[in-house]
């Protein structure tokens, strides 16, 4: 077992959770004020609130209002790290090659505000519409990282949104994938017993293929992906299991 470090100090919280040392920022009825505890490091300008309105970006977040600015994951991290907690619990609700939605549960420790430990959860998703061509090839670590942001600031009432939340996909580009790419269909028999009959591509506009599979997954080599629908439909005989 390594020693330990005599240069790291270990933090302890007092009878009210709260970290001995930290100056923690209230409110008029005595309530921590989370907000307050954002440091401006982890805080800039929102560039989409300026783009929309043809406004100029801002070089600082000074003056600028709640609304007006994002907050790094880094903050979100600290102030969970502040709050205090003893869980962080990942739900997934739904995950797809083109949709992954996660639901964050965070179990908080009590403090002076809560005789109680609590428990606040909430919901995230990541598309290829709504992330970044980078992203998309990570949409369950989005979808995560959505979700815990979402957890934290709601739960301490941050009105800021997180940089993780907004929608980084590029606008007015109704592509979905950029390159070929190799998609795997469900076998025959699977769509039976998952009671499926029709499947959904984003492909191409106006494109109908119809097929029909037996035994393993099917492979297909499909163009560039651009907005629109493949429609592909399964023959209707139910296959011998």
Not at 104 to 118: K, L, V
Request: aromatic share 10%; glycine share 4%.
């Amino acid at each position: 077992m390594s020693e330990k470090n005599p240069h790291l100090t270990p933090q302890s919280r007092n009878a009210w959770g709260l970290i001995q040392g930290i100056d923690y920022k209230t409110n008029e009825d005595g309530s921590i004020n989370w907000r307050a505890m954002v440091k401006p490091e982890h805080l800039f300008p929102n560039r989409g609130w300026f783009e929309s309105r043809k406004q100029q970006m801002p070089t600082s977040i000074e003056g600028l209002a709640d609304n007006q600015l994002l907050i790094k994951l880094s903050g979100i991290k600290e102030l969970a790290k502040l709050r205090g907690y003893t869980s962080v619990k990942y739900d997934v609700i739904k995950c797809e090659a083109s949709y992954v939605a996660i639901k964050c549960g965070i179990t908080w420790i009590s403090n002076y505000e809560s005789e109680y430990e609590s428990f606040y959860e909430d919901i995230a998703n990541a598309t290829v519409n709504n992330t970044s061509d980078f992203a998309v090839k990570f949409l369950e670590t989005i979808a995560a990282n959505r979700a815990f942001v979402r957890s934290v600031r709601n739960f301490l009432n941050i009105h800021i949104v997180g940089s993780d939340e907004i929608d980084a996909s590029k606008k007015g580009t109704p592509s979905v994938f950029e390159d070929d790419n190799e998609v795997a269909l469900p076998s025959y028999k699977e769509c039976w017993k998952r009671q499926l009959r029709i499947l959904e591509l984003t492909i191409s506009k106006s494109s109908k293929i119809t097929f029909e599979t037996l035994g393993s997954s099917v492979f297909i080599k499909m163009p560039k992906l651009k907005f629109g629908l493949i429609i592909l439909t399964f023959p209707q005989k139910k296959p011998e299991f």
